[in-house]
T-cell receptor, first 114, second 110 residues
């Protein structure tokens, strides 16, 4: 069964450094998402991406964040200058369509900012 | 998106049916009702979704009230693997950002 994959599984970085989290969505999916979950808290929507542009973003997704689909398979989340509060699990998801379709989530990348 | 209300926690015995309720009294006529779950240390996982009619799939059944202000996720025979946090969400037609609440933590007792 097709699945969303994410790399790395765990990323440790120093405050102020840039990180790039990588995701490979399911190949025939058209919509891509990033969510995050701070330890012990709920899953929060960050951004959705369709047709090579951001379709929606939350208040969390500020200028420090960016997303890109650099080729036909990868979908990346970049954090330019990490803060301690960026430490969280970051989940990538993809779907064929919108509200009538299920989102498939990856296993997540645990980001630890020291 | 519709505000949803779920019990914080529920327990079930293994191999018994489980009915997980969700209130979504502010749902509009075109909002889809989605259910996801999150097993320990894993990403969210789609369970089921519907609009007006009851829905069945290999994982569960979704019973939607006639007025659509509430729905119930039914696991027909709970297994230990079903222990997870279950989230009910309303999603507007054409929208794609899932807003997870605090969900219902289901404990399955062997």
């Amino acid at each position: 069964e097709p699945e969303v994959t994410q790399t790395p599984s765990h990323q440790v970085t120093q405050m102020g450094q840039e990180v790039i989290l990588r995701c490979v969505p399911i190949s025939n999916h058209l919509y891509f998402y990033w969510y995050r979950q701070i330890l012990g808290q709920k899953v929060e929507f960050l951004v959705s991406f369709y047709n090579n542009e951001i379709s929606e973003k939350s208040e969390i997704f500020d200028d420090q964040f960016s997303v890109e689909r650099p080729d036909g398979s990868n979908f990346t989340l970049k954090i330019r200058s990490t803060k301690l509060e960026d430490s969280a699990m970051y989940f990538c998801a993809s779907s064929v369509g919108t509200s009538a379709d299920e989102q498939f989530f990856g296993p997540g990348t645990r980001l630890t900012v020291l | 998106d519709a505000k949803t209300t779920q019990p914080n926690s529920m327990e079930s015995n293994e191999e018994e049916p489980v009915h997980l309720p969700c209130n979504h009294s502010t749902i509009s006529g075109t909002d889809y009702i989605h259910w996801y779950r999150q097993l320990p240390s894993q990403g969210p996982e789609y369970v089921i979704h519907g609009l007006t009619s009851n829905v069945n799939n290999r994982m569960a059944s979704l019973a939607i009230a006639e007025d659509r202000k509430s729905s119930t996720l039914i696991l027909h025979r709970a297994t230990l693997r079903d222990a997870a946090v279950y989230y009910c969400m309303g999603l507007k037609t054409g929208a794609n950002n899932l807003f997870f609440g605090t969900g219902t933590r289901l404990t399955v007792i062997p």
